[in-house]
């Protein structure tokens, strides 16, 4: 099969290769798909994971990518809840070969269905960026109707999830990103706006659950703006600082079944869209990752047509 493969951290993604690589077998509860299209993260290249494995040895040549859709090909020893001819999306393990490649094995348990009126395109741009959302405001930030929240970066892949699953959850939402970004926060939900680069970030007055995307100083201000009993949710590691009378939550997204079925469900009935940038094919793509201008939202792989 075709792959795209990493072997060199020093070189980001110069140092990616188109090759030729044996498909993947099916382990226990494993299921291979037939990748049709791939989401790629931008900084997935600094991830511990994409150069080693759980004790910390190097596994290069690894193959890059977490985000999938696809069709199942074949089923691994004892799985259950999927059959072959599937169409499936997910994220994979961060700790194994990934989805810019023709084929993946996948535990089953990290995909779900991926109904037939949605694209292998949107399929791939969700489970990253929507998990993360869902996941940090109902798991960790506990949002609730009524309740205020500051999306970070609203314009962006995490962002504009986040605006958008928040404000359908009852929230008032307030995006945050650079002077240009806020028409496109706007769009995707936030009810109010806050240029960074020349707003006071702290007129926003005491927020209930501030969702940050950024870290560094911006992280540390907005630890200041969570009102009592709020909470702080990180995706870009621990503050250094927490909040005087709330919660700071930092974590990772796992893959879930239930909450893709959610979040494809709100995609379906127009309640949910996807934040798609740039579109390549397997052969283009490491030609696109090194492109000097670059376009706001998911990046995509089109791995078959």
Not at 32 to 58: I, K, M, N, Y
Not at 170 to 175: K, P, R, S
Not at 255 to 269: G, H, K, N, P, T
Request: proline share 4%; no cysteine; net charge negative.
């Amino acid at each position: 099969m075709k792959a795209i493969i990493v072997t060199d951290r020093a070189a980001g993604t110069a140092g990616m290769k188109l090759v030729e690589q044996p498909e993947p077998q099916a382990a226990i509860n494993d299921v291979v798909v037939q990748v049709r299209a791939s989401g790629f993260t931008w900084d997935e290249l600094t991830w511990p994971p994409t150069w080693t494995d759980r004790f910390d040895h190097d596994r290069t040549p690894s193959i890059p990518g977490h985000e999938l859709a696809g069709v199942v090909t074949a089923l691994g020893y004892g799985t259950t809840g999927l059959s072959v001819g599937q169409r499936v999306f997910g994220l994979t393990d961060w700790y194994r070969d990934g989805t810019l490649a023709e084929y993946v094995a996948v535990e089953a348990r990290k995909l779900a269905a991926l109904p037939g009126d949605v694209n292998f395109t949107v399929g791939a741009s969700l489970p990253m960026p929507g998990l993360t959302a869902w996941q940090g405001l109902f798991e960790h930030g506990r949002l609730q109707a009524g309740q205020s929240v500051l999306a970070h970066g609203a314009a962006g892949v995490v962002g504009s999830m986040v605006s958008q699953l928040a404000r359908e959850a009852g929230a008032y939402v307030i995006g945050t990103g650079r002077a240009a970004d806020r028409q496109k926060a706007l769009d995707f939900g936030a009810q109010e706006f806050v240029d960074l680069e020349n707003d006071v970030l702290e007129d926003v007055g005491q927020i209930d659950l501030v969702f940050d995307v950024f870290g560094g100083d911006i992280g540390k201000r907005s630890v200041r703006l969570v009102r009592a009993g709020g909470t702080l949710v990180s995706i870009v590691g621990p503050s250094e600082e927490r909040p005087a009378n709330g919660l700071a939550v930092d974590f990772v997204v796992e893959s879930d079944r239930a909450q893709l079925r959610e979040i494809v469900q709100r995609v379906r009935d127009g309640r949910l869209r996807t934040n798609v940038g740039n579109i390549a094919t397997l052969d283009d793509a490491v030609a696109s990752f090194n492109r000097t201008e670059r376009r706001n939202g998911k990046t995509i792989i089109r791995v078959r047509p």
